[in-house]
């Protein structure tokens, strides 16, 4: 069974710093893409980072560039995004993304963590 999981959301202050996790279990994670997306309250998913299944190249999002930072660990199944320099429109469902390095519409989702930023 596929699985995608996220973890370590929950509430920040403007300022501080988060580290979300996502496992990943039903496939062979090596040969995914992954990306973070976060979808605000009452606004529509965007693409916050991602990352080649090699761990080679990343890109990410304009508003989060120099603040946060995605990882990967193929030994683990694991996919991170250090988010440091928080601002309260950060505040979203964090959700991990996976997609097939050669098959197309071959995509996982997790079902998401909450962050908030607030003072």
């Known amino acids: 069974q596929v699985q995608l999981v996220e973890s370590g959301g929950g509430l920040v202050q403007p300022g501080g710093s988060l580290r979300l996790s996502c496992v990943a279990s039903?496939?062979?994670?090596?040969?995914?893409?992954m990306s973070w997306y976060r979808q605000p309250p009452g606004k529509e998913r965007e693409l916050v980072a991602a990352?080649?299944?090699?761990?080679?190249?990343?890109n990410y999002a304009d508003s989060v560039k120099g603040r946060f930072t995605i990882s990967r660990d193929n030994a683990k199944n694991m996919v991170y995004l250090q988010m440091n320099s928080l601002k309260p429109e950060d505040t979203a469902v964090y959700y991990c993304?996976?997609?097939?390095?050669?098959?197309?519409?071959?995509?996982?989702w997790g079902k998401g963590t909450l962050v908030t930023v607030s003072s």
């Open positions: 993304k996976a997609d097939h390095r050669a098959v197309l519409m071959r995509t996982y």
């Open positions: 039903g496939f062979i994670f090596s040969f995914y893409d």
């Open positions: 990352i080649l299944s090699a761990g080679s190249s990343t």
